[in-house]
């Protein structure tokens, strides 16, 4: 009977007639079949439930069984177009391909005959690779016989055929990559990388990705290198994104390929995540770093993935080397870009927190470092004002709320809730943004005023309430600090905030103590590393050299700040009469020296605006003539923009 069979077998393939069926079967059953087939190979045994069906029709009509034969191939066909639809996962993919080859070998003992003519006619069909959706891109992909076999073998526990990835293998997906974009080789390249990322974690990890064995460390660091760099390379090359005038980007989640690729990026992105958490060296950081921002307009939507990306990139940005710093700030920049206004505010939040926690203190190491984590974080939040206002709006009335509380408890616990280098640091990022946002040539660059520019007034007011809460000479240094904030806020704003009167208090303080300063061998105190004064430099003549030169720089360039200001004699006469009359009671020393310097300075200055606008035609009434005015003016060509220049300045 199985003679007769294969006659009939034979017989009905050579009329063509089992060619012309299949493909009129593929076109209309390809949907439904691929359903049932994967439904099949995924929930049951791998043999059908059918086939015992099968077998007594093969025993049967010879007509009949030809069909069936049909069917049979039919439904491996479909399982073909169903993997080029879709990739579960890497290791879905090598278990279906296990599953279909078991079903050709079980094909392959009912009827040899059939098989036979199988391989002679259909070779594609008994090649079938799970991996074919990558595979019909293109064939030149620097693939290795049977290498496909060893990394199914790999990932169903045999390690004693795990391959050992070498240098000519490498080098072979590296010119696939290069040369055609192979997305066969890409796969296979981002498999080995998931093992290299992973090769320090434990036992169980190590059996769940030992795809390939990496033994020498040069191949470790070239595989690890050719995966960075060479990832984002193919992916533009198959999935562009748009970069959108506003300099956000628009991720490309709704393509085909996309969704074919989605969980082979998501396993990459992973696998750098974790291989970035096991380095150290401050060069490779930063390679991986960089590449890997290059990736994130494919990843956004994943937000498991982003929480856990931006998680690791703050963290580098605020405990790392300067030169990684760097390179995380450009990556968690990359996620801000994102048009998803979920995910920029994860980043603003993310990024505020992480400030406040990395500067509960101050020294001299760490002064750098959080002048530039406050710099760079400032550059976040003016990249979109309308999103960033809903943020600088929830921190600011937080720290008002800590002012106001400690104003009405007046207890030592409750001004240590305002007096401590978290609410110093918070004051000065805020006028920092404030003041970036809301610059005058930035306005007037766009046309229009900042969305943050309401802010302005509610921080002034909760920094002067600061400074009002515990006005004594020891805690000069704090009071310095928010003046500092205070000024670059309105210098860079134009807007008018007089500290002359939060200045004069404490140049008085040294120019015409209460007792007379004490004699010491002390180094100079550093107010910038200070907000309370030590106990040993309290009534010394080094303390109030130090403040008093501080105040007279902060003095000095707000007087400059204000030169281009037509009412300029009129602002200024006020504390220079308090001035004059302090000397009158002064002791002498370094800070009356400074003190007479800076009335030479400011009178000058006075004089020189006197002359510019002794030719002016309008009235004080008439604003738009005065701003044109102001806005002709010089400060460099100025009295006090020729000398005058404040340590807060150089600083920034």
């Known amino acids: 009977m199985a003679k007769k069979g294969a006659k009939a077998t034979r017989k009905f393939a050579k009329s063509g007639e089992l060619k012309r069926t299949i493909d009129a079967r593929r076109s209309h059953q390809k949907t439904k079949k691929q359903i049932q087939t994967r439904k099949a190979l995924r929930g ?41 639809g879709d990739i579960s996962s890497l290791d879905d993919l090598e278990d279906d391909e296990a599953a279909h080859k078991l079903e050709l070998s079980a094909l392959a003992e009912k009827d040899p005959e059939f098989y036979k003519y199988l391989q002679a006619n259909d070779k594609e069909l008994l090649n079938f690779s799970a991996t074919l959706p990558l595979d019909n891109v293109d064939r030149d992909d620097g693939g290795f016989p049977g290498d496909d076999d060893q990394e199914m073998a790999s990932a169903n526990g045999e390690e004693e055929g795990t391959p050992v990835l070498t240098s000519q293998i490498l080098k072979a997906w590296q010119n696939a990559l290069l040369e055609t974009r192979s997305l066969r080789a890409f796969r296979k390249l981002l498999i080995a990388f998931r093992v290299a990322s992973h090769a320090n974690a434990g036992d169980e990890d190590d059996s769940k990705h030992n795809v390939w064995k990496i033994e020498n460390s040069i191949v470790f660091n070239k595989l690890v290198v050719t995966a ?62 960089k590449e890997s921002a290059r990736v994130v307009p494919y990843v956004v939507n994943s937000r498991k993935a982003v929480r856990a990306y931006l998680k690791m990139c703050l963290n580098l940005w605020s405990s790392a080397e300067d030169q ?26 993310g990024t505020y927190t992480t400030l406040v926690r990395s500067c509960k203190s101050m020294t001299v190491h760490t002064q750098p470092s959080v002048n530039l984590m406050k710099n760079s974080a400032s550059e976040l939040y003016c990249n979109d004002h309308a999103v960033s206002y809903q943020h600088a709006f929830g921190y600011i009335r937080q720290l008002a709320v800590h002012l106001r509380n400690s104003m009405a408890v007046k207890s030592k616990e409750a001004f240590q809730q305002v007096y401590n280098w978290q609410f110093v640091h918070s004051v000065d990022f805020w006028a920092l943004v404030l003041g970036k946002a809301c610059d005058v040539d930035a306005e007037f660059q766009r046309g229009s005023e900042s969305e943050l520019k309401p802010l302005i007034y509610p921080l002034i007011q909760v920094a002067l309430g600061a400074i009002r809460l515990i006005p004594t000479p020891r805690y000069h240094p704090l009071h310095l600090h928010f003046i500092r904030s205070l000024h670059w806020l309105c210098r860079h704003s134009k807007t008018y905030c007089n500290l002359s009167p939060l200045l004069l208090p404490v140049l008085g303080s040294t120019t015409s103590p209460s007792t007379r300063p004490k004699s010491s061998t002390l180094r100079p105190l550093d107010l910038q590393l200070h907000i309370r004064c030590p106990a040993q430099y309290l009534n010394t003549r080094v303390y109030a050299e130090s403040v008093a030169e501080e105040s007279i720089f902060l003095l000095g360039s707000w007087c400059e700040s204000m030169q281009s200001s037509v009412a300029f004699p009129e602002i200024v006469l006020p504390f220079l009469v308090a001035l004059k009359k302090s000397l009158k009671k002064s002791t002498g020393g370094k800070p009356v020296a400074l003190v007479k310097t800076l009335l030479e300075r400011v009178e000058e200055g006075v004089r020189w605006v006197e002359t510019r606008r002794g030719s002016v035609t309008f009235a004080p009434g008439m604003g738009d003539n005065v701003e044109k005015w102001e806005r002709n003016v010089n400060i460099e060509e100025t009295p006090l923009g020729n000398g005058c220049e404040c340590s807060v300045s150089q600083e920034r």
């Open 44 to 84: 049951g045994p791998l043999l059908r439930p059918n086939d015992n069906e099968q077998k007594e029709r093969y025993n049967g009509d010879s007509n009949r069984r030809g069909k069936e034969d049909e069917e049979f191939m039919d439904d491996e066909e479909d399982e073909e177009g169903d993997d080029d």
């Open 228 to 289: 960075l760099k060479y990832t984002p390379m193919v992916l533009e090359h198959h999935l562009p994104y748009k970069t959108l005038a506003n300099g956000k980007f628009k991720s490309p989640t709704q393509t085909p390929k996309h969704k074919t690729l989605q969980k082979l990026i998501l396993s990459y992105f992973h696998s750098v995540i974790h291989l970035i958490s096991q380095l150290s060296d401050p060069d490779m950081l930063s390679l991986a770093l």
């Open 324 to 349: 990684v710093r760097i390179s995380a700030w450009v990556a968690t920049r990359k996620v801000a870009s994102s048009q998803d206004e979920s995910v920029v505010d994860l980043v603003l939040k």
